[in-house]
C-alpha cells in the first residue's frame, strides 16, 4: 500500500518559514520523481518544485530563491524548505510521488498540508 504523509505545514507570519517533510511508503523511493504542489481556494492545482531520482531539481518562478526542495533516500523522505514567505503562499500543499516502471510510470498523492501566511 502506498503512503505519501505530509507534515510541517502551519501558520505562519510574512516573511517566516515552514519545512515540509513528506514521508513516503510503498515505493521504490529512490527511482521516484518526488515533488511538491498547491492550491490555493478557487486556483488549479500547480507544481511548485520537483526533484528527481538523481536529484535533479525545478521551481515554479513565484518560488525560486525562496524554497529549496530536497531529498533523503534513506529515510524515505523528501522536504521542502520555506523561507520568506508572502501571504501569496498559503495554500494546501501536496506531496506527489511519479514511480517510473518498464511499461508506464504510477503516480500517487499525499493527503495535503495547509499552509497559511499572515500579513
Known amino acids: 500500500q502506498v503512503q505519501l504523509v505530509e507534515s510541517g505545514g502551519g501558520l505562519v507570519q510574512a516573511g517566516g518559514s515552514l519545512r515540509l517533510s513528506c514521508a513516503a511508503s510503498?515505493?521504490?523511493?529512490?527511482?521516484?520523481?518526488m515533488g511538491w504542489y498547491r492550491q490555493a481556494p478557487g486556483k488549479q492545482r500547480e507544481l511548485v518544485a520537483a526533484?528527481?531520482?538523481?536529484?535533479?531539481?525545478k521551481y515554479a518562478d513565484s518560488v525560486k530563491g525562496r524554497f529549496t526542495i530536497s531529498r533523503d533516500n534513506a529515510k524515505n523522505t523528501v522536504y521542502l524548505q520555506m523561507n520568506s514567505l508572502k501571504p501569496e503562499d498559503t495554500a494546501l500543499y501536496y506531496c506527489?510521488?511519479?514511480?517510473?516502471?518498464?511499461?508506464?510510470?504510477?503516480?500517487?498523492w499525499g493527503q495535503g498540508t495547509q499552509v497559511t501566511v499572515s500579513s
Open positions: 510503498g515505493i521504490m523511493f529512490s527511482i521516484s520523481n
Open positions: 506527489n510521488a511519479v514511480v517510473p516502471t518498464a511499461f508506464r510510470a504510477y503516480e500517487y
Open positions: 526533484i528527481s531520482g538523481v536529484g535533479t531539481t
